[in-house]
């Protein structure tokens, strides 16, 4: 454990804080004995990587699946994922190594286990009776591509079509081949010339497998050409075949096995007897038109799948998907549900991708009771209640809308105060749609894990339409607490003559660049993509205002050298709109162009309007200040690049590549509004040129793409936000490129005598913001309230703040802010070591009268851990070093290079334990951790490469070693850096797999059973095993074994007391079913001797009797 002298970090803090010089000349003559150390206690190995849960909805599905036992939901995806869904807070991410597509899953129905099939020809068994699933084997096929998989209730061998139309068995227990292989040739061999087809030509690729559900030895095999054969496995032939002139798609089973129905290419079904293989017994068009004359209706569009699911007291359902008509062009895809008579249609927001129908049981060959229909769309998943009328949706439990709208920024805040997420809760209960189905989610299978972590967590998402939404990440789960919509405020453009304005980006005016909140007071600022700031309060109250209060603010950048034309009078000073008690505007230090330009160029105009009708608004996040930017000289304003608001100062502070503005949001007045180069004064280290005129627009921004070689991915790419710079480390300006000498421990910078570009140094960006208490000059002996301003030329400028009095005079007079001038790195921690928060005003009701002991309370500044700090330790070119400077004197303590060959995209200084340290995440895919102050390397892992700016802009850590980014355009991961968290890990994860008995089989009947109806069992080891069947050629299939075993045994060894107790419940289960059934055995015994006993005695008594005598 290193100690550290507090003079390297805070000299002169204890000076500053005596009361006499003589005081001061001993502390001098004896600084060791005086000055307290700061202990670091953070060491390498209180950190490790791992990640965590993943949230959102399954990005790009491709297949479902259900085990209607465990009550389980899988969906695959086409880069090789694989989320399972139990219970609500109950999920699981899975990935396969090759990220080929999922085409089929399969679940082991109440056996732990999952097959999946990918689009790369390889089989998969997972186990799922651990917390991690892991693959147990796998099965590469090698000759042919797999198509289709049916896997029967109850049974260990798995059928597998081939796109060559043969089909294959695999013995799921040791997922071997078997050498029993259906050839296509024999199943279609005696068909002659029907339907213009000939026996020699090709079937096309198996698209459907499934046995008969009243005869196991019954094989249904579907063609994509259109023929279906029922196959015989004991003989080795087809006993019927049936053939139809339209592609197949899907087949279905009535539940007694003596009728099918097929989807078919033109939007027809054809309902089949097992029997009549000439011709269907029915051909339906769900939506076709019937013509009056009888003739075939007009072809619709394919029926990409159907079900055909039974009921003990009414009419079967038939359900589908597809099938419209061709003329419907615009309308949206459609569920369509046929129950008897009525037909309903049932429209869907997004493509359908597959469908399920939940049954109360899980045997084939009983009534299916269905009770509803999982339907997954292409990007959301809905749940149908087919008991109830007018078939409602299920309210969806799980945190699957973090899409709703493109996601363009991030927040993450750990350890908040425990009043916030009900308070949040209470006021987004009022949020929810009504018309759901009163029943409960029925996936609800699994169990919770130990939450091991007690303290409350929030992530906020900015999104394109301009919501901002609240969760509660607690416990590595995610709920959704609540959505606020900022363009509310706003007038809706109606049609593009009324949009004169927005041109500043392509579309999505509204969307949301920065969050900047405060947990503590419930103060919320946002910058959004027009260049416009919205201020918010949190109430509980609702609110109806009159008048929206609203700036303009014109940042204009010029060189102060700049002749400008005599006699132009600077424009008018804006007057804040709504405030009754408002102050004037300082003038701004700059002169700029009459609003009535005489070229006509669009001037002091903000991008967008704001709505002059009164405004309702409800319990929760209110308006308090609308402030925008204007047009200057036809040209649109400079996106905001960096935000700050703190409440217990009233003020809110933001900048872009133009300048800097200061607002006191509760006088509604602009404090400040400078150009980044007046901030300097006279210190000014740069040599900077008057700008070129520009005629043109400027673009929206310099994205992290024109830096690196990392491309936007077009899918999830919002347009206009992704393109611009979209978080506050990410705001280097493409025109900006910095050529400046470092010292080690000086800050005076030299020129480079080639710079010769006139927008070379010009476009400097505020890039950092941030509110503290501390030493703003060098002779300073207490520390003041002031604003740390970082721009991306890696200066560090500090604007100190004159506050008047909490109360009455804080609405009255007004706030002096002055820059200093002064030019150095930041980092903010105390004498202790510890990190500095911003100091902040405890919420209140902003509308109810409060007593004045209340109010002394509210006066007093607390300080608390807020999370997370500012990245104000990260500078230099590109953001690749840190450095950690003593207060007041400004020397550099310590410095140290992030890294050499890349840059940072984020970092923060967090709270890990007691202490603190820089976390950083670069773009060369390492995250790395640094302690404080002395900046030792503690962490550094490759974690993954820089592949897009969603990642970029989505990346942020938080206190106690939690970090996460938006890993596709609907998900979030979240991971953790904190040894302490991956070692409980594995107890605060859910369980999937839980003991549960297995429904009894449908009960025969007496005379079924006495005459041999009901259900024909099959015995599939004497006709598929190695003994009867032999064995597969090799150069079929390769076997691969998987990890699982391995995993499992890891997983088993963080809870083994629990597993143990499981696998005894398992056994004992598994003893009583055996005993249950020896004792009916026995039973089945006793009563066949006893009917063969009175049987005989009938036969004897009647056996002399003529007929007459009976």
């Known amino acids: 454990m290193r100690k550290f002298n507090i003079r390297k970090v805070l000299d002169g803090l204890t000076a500053g804080s005596s ?60 880069t090789g994922a694989l989320r399972l869904f139990g219970r609500p807070g109950v999920e699981c991410h899975c990935q396969h190594d090759s990220g080929a597509a999922v085409i089929q899953l399969q679940f082991l129905i109440n056996e732990g286990a999952l097959v999946s099939a990918l689009a790369d020809d390889t089989l998969h068994l997972w186990n799922l009776r651990q917390k991690r699933p892991a693959i147990l084997h796998s099965l590469k096929f090698c000759r042919e591509r797999i198509t289709f998989c049916h896997l029967p209730f109850q049974s260990k061998w798995l059928y597998v079509g081939t796109e060559r139309g043969n089909i294959h068995i695999v013995n799921v227990e040791s997922f071997t081949l078997s050498g029993y292989v259906i050839m296509w040739n024999k199943a279609i061999e005696l068909i002659t010339f029907l339907f213009f087809r000939s026996s020699k030509s090709h079937p096309g690729p198996v698209v459907h497998i499934s046995d008969n559900p009243m005869d196991e030895g019954k094989l249904l095999i579907g063609f994509e050409s259109g023929t279906v054969a029922l196959w015989d496995l004991k003989s080795k032939k087809a006993d019927y075949r049936y053939t139809y002139d339209e592609a197949i798609h899907s087949v279905a089973w009535h539940h007694e096995g003596k009728q099918f129905i097929c989807s078919h290419s033109d939007g027809t079904l054809t309902i089949w007897n097992v029997r009549s293989p000439a011709k269907p017994v029915q051909t339906i068009t769900p939506h076709g038109k019937q013509l009056k004359d009888g003739k075939k209706p007009e072809p619709c569009k394919p029926i990409l799948k159907v079900e055909f699911k039974t009921t003990r007291s009414g009419e079967p359902f038939i359900i589908l998907s597809g099938g419209l008509s061709y003329d419907t062009v615009g309308r949206r895809p459609c569920l369509t549900v046929m129950h008897g008579k009525s037909t309903a249609v049932l429209e869907m927001d997004y493509s359908i991708v597959d469908f399920l129908t939940l049954c109360e049981t899980p045997y084939p060959n009983d009534f299916q009771e269905p009770y509803a229909v999982v339907v997954l769309l292409e990007k959301d998943l809905v749940l149908i209640d087919l008991a109830q009328n007018g078939y409602p949706i299920f309210e969806n439990p799980y945190p699957l809308s973090i899409h709703e709208s493109p996601v363009t920024c991030c927040e993450y805040f750990a350890d908040c105060p425990v009043d916030l997420i009900p308070a949040l809760y209470s006021v987004g209960a009022r949020q929810k749609r009504q018309g759901y189905s009163k029943k409960e989610w029925p996936i609800n299978g699994g169990n919770w894990g130990l939450g091991a972590q007690s303290y409350p967590e929030i992530i906020i998402t900015g999104h394109a339409d301009g919501s901002v939404k609240f969760w509660d990440a607690s416990a590595i789960t995610l709920q959704v607490l609540y959505k606020l919509k900022t363009s509310k405020v706003f007038e809706k453009s109606r049609n593009k003559e009324d949009r004169p304005n927005t041109d500043i980006v392509d579309e999505d005016p509204y969307a949301i660049q920065i969050v900047s909140w405060c947990p503590e007071s419930r103060m919320l600022c946002i910058a959004g993509v027009s260049a416009h700031v919205i201020i918010y309060r949190f109430s509980k109250q609702d609110v109806i205002t009159e008048v929206i209060p609203m700036l303009e603010v014109r940042l204009l950048y010029e060189i102060n050298d700049v002749e400008t034309p005599e006699g132009e009078q600077p424009p008018p000073l804006s007057t804040p709109v709504g405030s009754s008690n408002s102050q004037p505007i300082p003038p701004q230090s700059h002169p700029s162009t009459s609003s009535s330009s005489s070229d006509g160029l669009r001037d002091n105009v903000p991008c967008l309007k704001v709505k002059n009708s009164p405004l309702k608004q409800s319990p929760g996040y209110q308006t308090e200040l609308v402030i925008q930017l204007v047009w200057v000289g036809g040209e649109p304003p400079q996106q905001i690049t960096s935000l700050a608001v703190n409440s217990s100062y009233g003020l809110v502070v933001f900048g872009n590549c133009s300048g800097i503005a200061m607002v006191d949001y509760l006088q509604k007045a602009v404090l400040l509004n400078l150009g980044t180069i007046e901030l300097y004064g006279s210190n000014d280290p740069y040599r900077r040129e008057p700008r070129s005129p520009r005629k043109s627009r400027q673009p929206s921004g310099a994205g992290l793409c024109d830096i690196t070689e990392g491309t936007v991915v077009p899918e999830d790419r919002c347009k206009s936000p992704t393109s611009a710079k979209m978080s506050r480390k990410l705001s280097l300006p493409t025109d900006l490129k910095p050529d400046i000498d470092v010292k080690d421990n000086s800050f005076s910078r030299s020129r480079s005598s080639s710079v010769t570009s006139i927008d070379k140094e010009s476009r400097e960006a505020i890039s950092a913001l941030h509110f503290c208490e501390t030493f703003t000059r060098k002779a300073d002996s207490s520390p003041s309230p002031c604003l740390w301003v970082g721009t991306t030329l890696g200066t560090v400028l500090v604007i100190t703040l004159n506050l008047p009095p909490a109360g009455e005079q804080r609405m009255l007079q007004p706030v002096i802010v002055s820059p200093s001038g002064t030019m150095f790195r930041m980092a903010f921690l105390d004498a202790t070591g510890c990190l500095m928060p911003p100091a902040y005003e405890p919420w209140k009701e902003h509308s109810v009268p409060e007593e004045k002991d209340e109010k002394d309370k509210l006066k007093k500044r607390r300080p608390v851990s807020v999370s997370p700090s500012s990245s104000q330790e990260i500078s230099e070119n590109q953001y690749t070093q840190a450095k950690v400077i003593s207060l007041p004197t400004q020397n550099c303590a310590y410095k140290q290079n992030i890294t050499e060959t890349s840059f940072v995209l984020r970092g923060d200084i967090v709270t890990l334990g007691n202490s603190v340290c820089l976390a950083c995440f670069c773009a060369n895919g390492h995250i790395m951790t640094f302690s404080l102050p002395s900046l030792r390397p503690l962490l550094d892992v490759y974690y993954l490469p820089l592949t897009n700016m969603r990642i970029a802009r989505t990346f942020c850590f938080t206190n106690n070693g939690q970090a996460l980014y938006l890993v596709s355009p609907t998900e979030i991961q979240r991971l953790t850096y ?9 107890e605060m994860l859910g369980e999937l797999f839980t003991p549960v008995e297995t429904p009894e089989a449908p009960n025969r009947g007496f005379f079924k059973g006495l005459f041999g109806g009901g259900a024909q069992s099959l015995d599939r080891e004497e006709l598929f095993g190695e003994s009867a069947s032999g064995k597969a050629s090799r150069s079929l299939a390769q076997h691969i074994p998987g990890p699982g075993g391995i995993e499992g045994v890891k997983g088993a060894a963080s809870g083994v007391v629990g597993e143990l107790a499981r696998a005894r419940l398992a056994l004992d289960e598994r003893g009583q079913k055996l005993g249950d059934l020896e004792e009916r055995t026995a039973a089945m015994l006793s009563s066949a001797d006893s009917f063969s006993k009175h049987a005989h005695e009938m036969m004897l008594k009647y056996k002399d009797k003529k007929w007459y005598q009976f």
Do not use: M, W
């Open 19 to 78: 009361s006499s010089a003589s005081q001061q000349q001993q502390q001098q003559q004896q600084p060791a004995a005086a000055a307290p150390e700061i202990t670091e206690t953070l060491q390498s190995e209180h950190f490790q990587l791992c990640k965590t849960v993943r949230h959102g909805f399954p990005y790009q599905p491709s297949a479902l699946a259900f085990d209607p036992v465990q009550k389980i939901l899988v969906v695959g995806t086409q």
């Open 978 to 986: 904190s040894q302490e968290t991956c070692e409980n890990l594995q």
